[in-house]
């Protein structure tokens, strides 16, 4: 069964920085690509970052410069690095696993950026 699991968000103050991870299991890592959405209090969820197999990646104006992705495919996991961060960043951060008609979703964690 495919499993996602994040951690690492919390309370942190502006200007601050971040990492969060995300440890995936029961599907094979390597093949999918991985993206890290979030989702803002009373608005719609939104993509941060993208990272395909090959290690390309993407990221929003929003968050260009600030954010950085990457993955370690020999432990499962992807990581989401925040610096600058910005009172806006505040949201439930979600890591997402996608390969043609497989989708699978993280619990979320939850960032907050705040004096």
């Known amino acids: 069964q495919a499993q996602l699991v994040e951690s690492g968000g919390g309370l942190v103050q502006p200007g601050g920085s971040l990492k969060l991870s995300c440890e995936a299991s029961?599907?094979?890592?390597?093949?999918?690509?991985m993206r890290w959405y979030r989702q803002p209090p009373g608005k719609e969820r939104e993509l941060v970052a993208h990272?395909?197999?090959?290690?390309?990646?993407y990221y929003p104006d929003a968050v260009t410069g600030r954010f950085t992705i990457s993955r370690d495919n020999d432990k499962d996991i992807v990581y989401l690095e925040m610096n600058s961060l910005k009172p806006e960043d505040t949201a439930v951060y979600y890591c997402?696993?996608?390969?043609?008609?497989?989708?699978?979703w993280g619990q979320g964690t939850q960032v907050t950026v705040s004096s």
């Open positions: 997402n696993a996608w390969r043609f008609s497989d989708l699978y």
């Open positions: 990272i395909t197999t090959t290690n390309s990646t």
């Open positions: 029961g599907f094979i890592f390597s093949r999918f690509a």
